[in-house]
């Protein structure tokens, strides 16, 4: 068997052991041994090994370390969309400065074969002595051939309007296209800056966090890693206690499980924030990239996807559908099926299956509506 295929096969293996675990309602989900893996998956309730419980020395209290890396890294995630939203607008405006510049270069080019038109013009009737019609009648040898002429002459004449008009209107299209790309130019530097604060922003709070937990020894960690762990599960066992998952019956559409499976071939790739693949990917990345691999395009932010996709209820949902997280909708995961997602974490975390009832829903939304 090939690597790709084994590849495929673990990722597969791994979302089904996965979604098994996560669907059964009612049952309590129990913290897994300790163990240093960065990104633990949801597990079986199993009876845990006796736990030392390391107790934490004075002013190391873990379950409020656990809180302020929690804020920490909400904070570079919301930071992180900033930072997406502001690259975005920002390709999008490079894009339309472009397509200005190529009208612009168009237009004059069009306005200097107007004016070699409008010169040659000038330059004939400078031959004929700038004379006035009934003057060119007088001192003209053949009057029947000076009113052939003169007709000719009234449709240069009205031809030479209609090209003074075409001018002013070129010359008139001109300034508005610098106009506006002067304008694009001002919105692209205002992203630029955007963009700069939130990477500011983001690295500052992920320095933060990872300044926090190098402070904690191994045991510490360990410790840590179960708290969030236990956090995780008790939030999820509470959502599938509410019963949502019995009128949850719907099913993947033909884009949605190829979405799926995208987003399931990306496990264990590390969490980066603004990657959107193919090696590393943040929370929205993975899900822009699932749907753009089906077909389908998507916004690029959270937030984004949270305004613009169709909502639909949680009872409604399907493997495919997305679920927003936190009032502020600053994350995102894939719906797979049997109370199950996919999602990259947070920095330090790999993507990996986790209950979809891990974190606040704020909602779901169907790309493919």
Known sequence: MGSGKRGLLTAALTVVCAVTVLAAPGTAFAAPVPTPSPSPSPSPRTTPAPDPKPTPPPGKDLEEVRKKLDA?????????????????????????????????????????????????????QYR????????????????????????????????????????????KELREYADDASEQWKRLESNRKAKAAAKKKIEKQIDAAEKLESRLEKKEK????????????????????????KDVDG?????????????????????????????????????????????????????????QLKHVDVKDMRPGDLVIYFDDASHVAMYIGDGAIIHAPRPGRTVTVAGAGSMPILGVVRPDA
């Open 251 to 307: 099913k993947a559409t033909a884009q949605g499980k190829k979405a799926v499976k995208y987003a399931s071939e990306q496990l264990g790739k590390p969490y980066v924030w603004g990657a959107e693949g193919p090696d590393s990917f943040d929370c929205s990345g993975l899900t822009s990239q699932a749907w753009a691999a089906a077909g389908h395009a998507v916004p690029r932010t959270s937030q984004e996807q949270w305004k």
């Open 222 to 245: 360990e410790r840590l890693a179960q708290l969030e762990q236990e956090a995780a599960n008790r939030a999820q066992t509470a959502w599938l206690d509410t019963g949502v998952l």
């Open 72 to 124: 920490l890294y909400h904070d570079a995630a919301v930071a992180t969309d900033d930072y997406n939203a502001a690259e975005e607008k920002a390709d999008k405006q490079s894009a339309e400065i472009v397509a200005l510049a190529k009208k612009i270069d168009q237009g004059q080019q069009k306005l200097d074969g107007l004016k070699d038109r409008a010169g040659a013009a000038a330059r004939d």
């Open 128 to 171: 004929t002595g700038g004379l006035s019609a009934t003057a060119q009648f007088l001192l003209s040898d053949d009057p029947g051939q000076f009113l052939d002429g003169a007709g000719r002459v009234l449709q240069g004449q009205q031809a030479a309007t209609k090209l003074m008009a075409e001018m002013a209107r070129t010359q």
